[in-house]
């Protein structure tokens, strides 16, 4: 499973947002539009599993399943452009600029919305044989989850917000760990292991990712769950994606270049002990 140094793969995180920022309109759309796809459907999956068999654990052991398929077909989602996008900019690559990486945001977000949205109406014709009887028993998990993580929030007002905000965060700090994971290894196994353990914890631990929001909650209204689409973007979808933002671009993006590409200087050692000897020499004499 070779293994690459920091410095390595972090040059590797810089080279891909330089690679993202100049990306065609048409392909920044196709792979957004797959990834949001693939992810949604690895999020139905995981929610299947749960519910059938009672473990959530088992549910999120499995979901990195489809991050894992998205990343090694090269497909984007925004919480990695979050991360990787602006270190092209904190570098000076040629053509890169702020206003390349708010386009690249932007496009990513549309194509990951279309493609989640599209999993949620396929998932919503399924859990109801095309609309025609209630939900089964995964729908109806999925209108729940709507109505906890929209409404639930709400409830406690400026705490519930705080909550919310701060799950976005630690939700893309594991996430784009696992993005950056893939990056540490040469290998598809390699690749594999080093996403699906970071992937894992926020998805167990209830963290709040943007692109699976856009599937659970469209895909909840749609099967009867008691909130809003206002509930929705207000409670959950726009803070969501603020938090992403702050929690792979800090703790992840702008943490690893700092110390692993723009590294600062050693200190020097000699120096220091020459410059504290010299009061004790200046008092012998």
Request: hydrophobic content about 55%; aromatic content about 12%; overall charge positive.
């Amino acid at each position: 499973m070779a293994y690459l140094a920091p410095a390595e793969f972090v040059t590797k995180m810089v080279d891909a947002g330089e690679s993202k920022l100049l990306m065609s309109t048409r392909d920044t759309l196709i792979r957004s539009y797959m990834a949001g796809a693939i992810l949604a459907l690895a999020a139905a999956f995981a929610v299947t599993v749960t519910v059938n068999t009672g473990n959530a654990l088992v549910g999120a052991m499995l979901f990195p399943v489809g991050f894992i398929m998205l990343y090694l077909m090269g497909f984007d989602l925004l919480t990695g452009v979050f991360t990787l996008a602006p270190l092209a900019v904190f570098d000076r690559r040629p053509g890169a600029t702020w206003g390349g990486v708010i386009r690249n945001w932007g496009l990513v977000f549309t194509g990951n919305f279309a493609g989640a949205l599209t999993v949620a109406v396929f998932m919503a014709i399924i859990f109801t044989f095309g609309f025609s009887e209630a939900p089964n028993a995964v729908g109806e998990k999925l209108g729940h989850i709507g109505e906890g993580r929209t409404v639930g929030y709400a409830a406690h007002g400026a705490a519930g917000m705080l909550t919310l905000f701060i799950r976005a965060v630690m939700c893309n700090w594991m996430v784009s760990t696992g993005v950056v994971a893939a990056m540490m290894s040469t290998t598809v196994s390699g690749k594999a292991i080093g996403m699906w353990m970071p992937v894992m914890i926020f998805f167990y631990m209830g963290f709040e990712h943007s692109i699976v929001n856009m599937f659970l909650f469209p895909t909840g209204l749609m099967l009867g769950g008691k909130f809003t689409l206002m509930d929705y973007l207000i409670w959950n979808e726009i803070p969501t994606v603020l938090g992403n933002l702050v929690g792979g671009l800090t703790f992840v993006g702008a943490t690893l270049y700092a110390t692993h590409y723009k590294t600062a200087p050693k200190r020097n050692v000699a120096a220091v002990a020459a410059v504290k000897a010299q009061p004790a020499k200046r008092a012998a004499a």
